[in-house]
């Protein structure tokens, strides 16, 4: 019903910079919150960053500074703007979204199958 795919992972160096981008299509009526939250190997996943309908935001103490999420409600898409970018920022990066699929229906979560971002020292 819905789908969210990401984009722009990649390989980077230390210091360096990326741009994620998660777009959510299909039944959409209407997107509460949205974030980014990430995995790397052996770990949990973790909350990086989330903005609201509102563009309220919060982020994980470890990216203060340095990553900013930011929305596109016209166009259902999500972005992370991750600078200064450290060897321990290495991990799958997934987008959750918030969504009601009716006028009448709950929100529920819906993730994205996740973009590698790998930062080499």
């Known amino acids: 019903q819905v789908q969210l795919v990401e984009s722009g992972g990649g390989l980077v160096q230390a210091g360096g910079s990326l741009r994620l981008s998660c777009v959510a299509s299909?039944?959409?009526?209407?997107?509460?919150?949205m974030g980014w939250y990430r995995q790397a190997p052996g770990k949990q996943r973790e909350l990086v960053a989330t903005?609201?309908?509102?563009?309220?935001?919060t982020y994980a103490d470890s990216v203060k500074g340095r990553f900013a999420i930011s929305r596109d409600n016209t166009e259902n898409t999500v972005y992370l703007e991750m600078n200064s970018l450290k060897p321990e920022d290495t991990a799958v990066y997934y987008c959750n979204a918030e969504v009601r699929t009716a006028v009448w229906a709950r929100p529920a979560n819906y993730w994205g199958q996740g973009t590698q971002v790998t930062v080499s020292s």
């Open positions: 299909g039944s959409i009526f209407s997107i509460n919150a």
């Open positions: 903005i609201t309908g509102f563009s309220s935001t």
